[in-house]
């Protein structure tokens, strides 16, 4: 008999770290997870970890005769920065093996006649304004809007919604009968800031990028100039959407991707919370012309009032808990040890 699991991929990563701590606590609950990395040594435990590539296609198909994976939450991705300096690997990593998961997905709903929950962190990298103008005129974009991303990583995650919300409603659609098939579900997140991890490969890593700098006493050069401005959520909340919306009854969700936010700010409003907490930072602004056009390209506010409605999702964090009961306090201990 298969063991019945929770299968996270990209588990070594900032959301798939705090996303496992946070389910293990749930009770009877088997988590598989798998990552080109190992977990950190504290981590250890939580889970049956597989260090491994999910490209692997006969890495996986084990997997499955191993596990029966009842929800897959997955994470694994290049993120934007990186995925410009590798664009093909990075539509190898962030399409190709999603198509071979929502496969494998599908494959196990019709098996067992009963959907595979498939939940697929998103970004606002999904969507492209196309200039500064754009971008002020229209402060917050909804689902359907500016889908025009400019980035490897944007265009990748919003085929995949696409590919998700395909292997969900049409998969095998000129079979004679119809198959059940995967319960897809995506969130599209703004830029996330945890206390705990630092983020690689990413463009909106200058917020946790200064944050984390001033508590360490280093300087920091930030790569967007002071007025630059993306949504921002921390990392409890984004575990929380995630796990929200799995919990959602499915009848009253209305669509299949949804934004979810807590706030926006500007880069020299970052800085300024930074410097009020640490009165010793050093933050200047030398922009990277190249990335900076990247967060340019990305709303300063997305509209969440979908998520809100449908699954009744509100950010337990607005940005004076985030920074005064999350951020500061946590930062500050992990670095005093
Ligand atoms: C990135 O910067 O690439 C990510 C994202 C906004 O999805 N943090």
Known sequence: MR?????????????????????????????????????????????????????????LARLVSEYEMDVIFHLAALLSTRAEIQPEEAHQVNVEATLQLLKIAAEESQWRRRPVQFIFPSSIAAYGLPDRETKNHFQRVREFEWNQPRTMYGCNKLYCEMLGSYYSRYYRQLAAEQPPTIDFRS???????????????????????MLHAAAQGKPYSCFVREEARIPFMVMPDAVRALLMLAKAPRQHLTRQVYNVTSFSLSAAQIRDRVCAAFSGAQIRFEPDHKREAIVDSW???????????????????????????YLIPNIKQRYAR
């Open 299 to 325: 709303p300063a506010d997305i509209d969440d009032s979908a998520a809100r409605m449908d699954w009744e999702w509100a950010p337990a964090y607005d940005v004076e808990r985030a920074f005064s009961e």
């Open 3 to 59: 063991k019945k699991v929770i299968f996270i991929t990209g588990a070594s990563g900032e959301v798939g770290q705090a996303l496992l701590k946070e389910l293990a606590q749930e009770p009877g609950v088997q988590i598989l997870t798998i990552d080109l990395h190992p977990m950190p040594p504290e981590m250890h435990g939580l889970s049956t970890h597989v260090e491994g590539d999910l490209l692997n296609a006969r890495l």
């Open 187 to 209: 969130v599209r997140f703004p830029g996330l800031i945890s206390a705990f991890t630092v983020p690689s490969g990413g463009t909106s890593d200058y917020a946790p990028e």
